[in-house]
């Protein structure tokens, strides 16, 4: 008796097999329907959507939730559209420039904002929740990771005019899928003695990235560890299945 061959099916590839078997194909009419599926199945990983504002929102702090802050002194915000922001033109140094942006959330698909006054602190801080497409928040902190290995200083325009701003990296907190720290030191001038001395942590929870930013003039600071742990924790848990 004479035996069809049948072509093998490594020929034709993976994904094409998986599509054949999909589309209730085969390679053949004789062919046993059971015959080709283990090695036709294709395992893909669905893509994870990103979290929405509303979500992001809920997963802020509320009233009552951070201790030392004024009454109503915690305010959630949406950053203003693109329109009605007050653009100043890029920093001396591209590199830095790209560190600005992903710590500001700038290529996220959602951005939340929270920000704190505290009782006795006329400098207060704020948070940046930035939501990121499925692998996105992983690709934008690796060239976060790798613009902190050369920004040094850089020159810029802000609201008060031309400044410099110098960097110092720190100890990264062991929270998160991966963080970063680092503290960024301004100048003020005659007219303000004393250095702008700001604090960031950086920290890549899943698909999101939030960034906490502590102020003080003069003196250093640091963003509540506690906060930062509760924060990213939140973030963990709402992306989990």
Known sequence: MRVRKLRPLSVLGPVIAGVLVASGCSTGSDAPPDSIGPRATVSAKAAIAPLTRTQLRALTF?????????????PVQDPQPEEEQHSFPPVSDPTCQTMLDIRNGKRA???VLQLFNWKGDIWGGGSTLAAYEDGKAQQAFAQLKQTLGSCRSYEGTGWVGKFKATLTTEQAPGVGDEAVRFRETIPMGPEQPGDRNEQFTVVRAGNTIVTFHKLNVGDS???PTDLVNRQVERLQNAQRP
């Open 221 to 223: 600071a640091s963003f």
């Open 109 to 111: 698909s959602t951005v």
């Open 62 to 74: 509320k009233e009552g939730e951070v201790a030392g802050a004024h009454e109503a002194g915690i």
